[in-house]
């Protein structure tokens, strides 16, 4: 597929938050049945064919494997007309990395249409758009990889599709599969959507000229105006200012994009995404605003299932636990669009039962790709908690959620029975389990490595956690070996378990008090934990709910399993009561999401808030999700054959 095609660059420097124009030409006497364009970047693109959009915000953050990237896949033909054709891509080069992507010191595009012959080389025209350019104050935050969208048009009139002004021969830097954008996979994922442009009646302070949107959601602002030329226009959203989650008293800035008119009639559309449920356009005085508005985009996955009641609470917590999952979705599952991005695995543990509840195939797609990431992107045998990304980390707790019966893998398969995800994680749920250590009776105990996290806020019991969630994922690794036929880790996870089993109510239990807790104080959490992983036996049921009924600890990450062990405990009633009280500051606030805890402690959606609905769909309307997978539903992870000559001068071969 990129056989002919090079990588290539308006010239040898790559300085970060670069954008660059290519174009492309081709004479049809008549249009092919397919044109199939192979397109890969560093780090996103926007692809117009005949000066029509045809892909918003192309390519994938890195990585798929270790050194390697994605490709996607785009049929050109719907789009191309006999005679002549113009194939035009804008590039952005970010040069940072975040929670969600890795920085490489290189932009670059390489792009092959074998139907046209059509390929990336030193014959490609292209330029820089030095129209761009990187505001020096009120930076982003770390978080999340790329910069502020700023644009003056004084330099260049902004055109959407890239016109042929200043138009070059590009520079090779690279072939395929060279160091560092190393072998492409497939985009295992579909192409975002995006809609038209919809234009808005903005309320005028001073200024400041607002938007309401119609709920939260991922969209580019536009604007047309009439300018004498020089005055800076401010864009952002209402979540551009963010807090920090319990316990970090930090604000963090998200993008804006700025514009800087020249004289006369113009229009500008941001080029990227931002988030919120507000657009803020600030725009100095003399300046006639002809129209604002905004483009909507996000991963392509329809909502299948309608659920109402006749309590408008719960209808109103199960629609705000629905958006949540929506906005929280594109190149991976997300804590948060406005903050980090990042694809923390406790958050995915949270969203998958709800994917497969409330979505359609495509949203299996992405949680498919999420379990990917954390099993390919494992640090030896440590799978790391925040996957793909620079600034991961490994969070224990949140990792053996994902290999539990209650995490994510467990979900997927429940509902697709897609038997590759097993065979892929697990031996690497095997050997993270192994890096656990155990006392003189057998029983693990805590790691010293990684972050200790369980849970935000008070009185967390850890040790506890601990043993519940490592028994929890060795119960699930039991039935992946059962599943797939294998038993020579039995014995290990036989012996592991049964030392738990053994000494569990001897150290744990509290008869007095009736509950467990490693220390003096019972935590709603640990107790949840004890009977979802089976440790608690039912005979200590009536005991433990007299215990969540009166504790309160858990933020909305868990308080999505105290919910559900009330009900696997038999407590419907008891649950829904304890829902709806600790829920409603969430239920009456003026957002379409979840925030990050009952408070406004952090994010104003949050993904691992959303519980509520796989509660309500599985114990209350009483479903379970059946998404079996075909092979034509899942397209594999999978490499183009290449060889390339690595850093040690070795050539490497990869097929699969």
């Known amino acids: 597929m990129f056989t002919h095609a090079k990588w290539i660059w308006p ?16 004479d049809l006497n ?31 953050f890195r990585e798929s494997r270790h050194g390697c990237g994605y490709f996607d896949a785009v049929d050109l033909a719907p789009f191309l007309r006999a005679g002549d054709n113009e194939i035009a891509l804008h590039v952005w080069y970010f040069g940072n990395g ?30 820089r758009n030095d129209a761009y350019y990187t505001p020096e104050d009120d930076k982003p935050s770390y978080l999340y990889g790329g910069d502020h969208t700023a644009y003056d048009a004084r330099v260049r009139p902004f055109s959407l599709s890239p016109d042929h002004a200043d138009m070059q021969a590009a520079t090779v830097v690279g072939q395929y599969g060279d160091t560092p954008w190393g072998a492409l996979f497939e985009r295992p994922i579909p192409l975002f959507f995006f809609s038209d ?15 309401t949107l119609p709920q939260a959601m991922q969209f580019s602002p536009f604007l047309r105006v ?53 657009i803020y356009f600030h725009i100095p005085d003399g300046v006639v605003v002809e129209e604002l508005g905004y483009r909507e985009s996000g991963y392509p996955s329809d909502v299948t299932t309608e659920f109402s009641c006749d309590n408008p609470a719960v209808n109103a917590l199960f629609a705000k636990c629905v958006r949540t999952l929506q906005i929280c979705m594109r190149e991976n599952y997300m804590d948060c669009p406005d903050r980090e991005r990042g694809q923390w695995i406790g958050d995915v543990s949270v969203q998958a039962p709800q994917v497969a509840y409330l979505l359609d195939k495509r949203g299996l797609m992405l949680l498919r790709k999420a379990i990917c990431d954390f099993i390919y992107l494992r640090q030896g045998n440590h799978l790391t908690g925040n996957v793909p990304g620079e600034n991961n980390y490994e969070l224990p707790s949140q990792s053996l959620n994902a290999i539990s019966e209650w995490g994510m893998i467990a979900s997927y398969y429940a509902a697709t029975k897609d038997r590759d995800i097993l065979e892929l994680a697990f031996e690497p749920a095997i050997a993270y389990l192994k890096l656990w250590d155990t006392d003189d009776e057998g029983v693990v105990v805590e790691r010293t490595d990684g972050d200790p996290w369980y849970d935000h806020l008070y009185n967390c019991d850890k040790p506890l956690l601990n043993i ?77 709910r007299y215990l969540l009924l009166s504790v309160f600890n858990s933020t909305t990450y868990m308080e999505n399993y105290v919910l559900t062990a009330l009900c696997e405990m038999g407590y419907k009633e ?9 829920y409603q500051p969430l239920i009456d606030n ?22 509520p609905a796989t509660i309500l769909l599985r114990y209350f309307v009483g479903i379970q999700p059946d998404l079996t997978v075909k092979e034509t539903d899942i397209t594999p992870l999978k490499a183009l054959r290449c060889s390339f000559v690595n850093n040690d001068g070795e050539t490497v071969i990869i097929d699969k």
């Open 226 to 278: 009439t300018a004498k030329g020089g005055e800076k226009i401010v864009i952002h959203s209402d979540r551009y200012m963010v807090n920090g989650g319990p316990g970090d008293f930090n604000v963090y800035r998200g993008h804006r994009a700025e514009y800087i008119c020249r004289a006369g009639v113009q229009e500008f559309e941001m080029l990227d995404w931002i988030f919120g449920e507000k």
């Open 98 to 127: 975040g929670r969600n992507n890795v920085r490489i010191d290189k932009g670059g595009l390489i792009f092959s249409c074998p139907k046209l012959e059509l390929f990336s080389n030193e014959h490609t025209l292209c330029r």
């Open 11 to 26: 010239d040898d420097s790559f300085t970060p938050n670069t954008r660059a124009d290519f174009l492309f030409t081709a």
């Open 574 to 582: 008891d649950a829904l009561r304890r829902m709806l009280c600790r």
């Open 468 to 544: 519940c969630w490592y028994y929890s994922a060795l119960r699930f690794a039991k039935t992946m070996a059962k599943e797939l036929g294998l038993s020579h880790h039995d014995e290990f996870i036989a012996a592991r378990m049964q030392a738990i089993e053994k000494v569990f109510d001897k150290r744990y239990w509290h008869a007095a008090q009736r509950y467990f807790a490693s220390g003096s104080h019972g935590d709603d959490r640990a107790n949840a934990m004890a009977v979802l992983s089976g440790l608690c036996t039912p005979d200590k049921y009536p005991q433990v």
């Open 590 to 611: 003026e957002n379409s999401t979840l925030w990050e805890d009952f408070f406004h402690l952090g994010t104003r959606n949050h993904a691992w808030s959303g519980g």
């Open 30 to 60: 008549t249009v092919p049945a397919s044109a199939e364009a192979f397109i890969g970047c560093e780090t996103k693109y926007w692809l117009f064919v005949n000066q029509k959009l045809v892909v918003f915000d192309g390519g994938l």
């Open 197 to 211: 442009r919809i234009p808005c009646t903005a309320e005028k302070a001073g200024e400041q000229h607002t938007v």
